[in-house]
């Protein structure tokens, strides 16, 4: 293999474990954004905060090493499905951060502690979020669409528990109109989590098609 040829695979390699470093930091946020919102860690929130840039740093050096790869390779068939794919995953990877950074600013912008109900729906989402997040990873580090699709299962677990949490959330606001702000925050952040599940499916849809070449809806 000619040396420019293994420089083109070692960045193909690299754009892969870019990627991972992306959803590595995605599911950092998540987790601190969730604990600083049940603990009402200001300090934490902001930490969230603070580092998004360098997940938007990260997901620019990945974009154009993309770009890199498709103007001086200019791959066909696999090759190019894996790059546009590692593109479409990025735009994936990074709405999860901003989702999660979302998530931190309730707690920032909160004027009291969110006591109105005890949190255990929405950091169990969060859990799933992450599970799901590191077996898209593996799917995509070892180029397998069935770990894909497996890692997918887990969203119908994240629905559920979006509609208790809205259900209850929606009957304290009822009874307690007082609490209506921190309720509504809260309403806002159960929704974050709902749509970063839906983002990782989005993830695993693409490695699907990286792999097999074919359109699969998994959400």
């Known amino acids: 293999m000619s040396p420019y040829r293994e420089r083109y695979h070692r960045d193909l390699k690299e ?15 998540i987790d ?14 902001r930490d969230v905060i ?11 050096k990945i974009e154009n090493l993309c770009m890199e790869l498709l103007a001086l390779q200019q791959p066909m068939a696999k ?13 994936d990877l990074e709405r999860i951060g901003d989702l999660a950074v979302d998530v931190a600013r309730v707690t920032t912008q909160s004027q009291n502690k969110i006591q109105i109900t005890k949190l255990e729906y929405i950091p169990h989402m969060a859990e799933i979020c992450k599970k799901m997040l590191d077996g898209s990873m593996e799917a995509l580090m070892n180029s397998d669409a069935d770990l894909a699709r497996q890692a997918t299962k887990w969203d119908y677990e994240i629905d559920g528990l979006y ?20 309720g509504t925050a809260l309403l806002l952040v ?11 499916c989005n993830v695993c849809e693409t490695i699907v098609y990286m792999v097999e070449a074919k359109r699969e809806h998994l959400n």
């Open 50 to 60: 603070k580092h998004d840039q360098e997940m938007d740093d990260l997901s620019l």
């Open 190 to 200: 159960n929704r974050h989590m709902e749509r970063i599940g839906d983002h990782i």
């Open 79 to 91: 090759d190019l499905r894996r790059i546009i794919g590692i593109l479409k995953i990025g735009i």
């Open 32 to 45: 601190k954004s969730i604990m600083a919102l049940r603990d009402y860690n200001i300090d934490l929130a």
């Open 15 to 29: 754009l892969k474990n870019l990627t991972k470093e992306q959803a590595n930091r995605g599911a950092e946020a």
């Open 163 to 182: 509609v208790k949490a809205r259900t209850k959330i929606l009957k304290i606001i009822i009874e307690r109109p007082e609490v209506i702000n921190e």
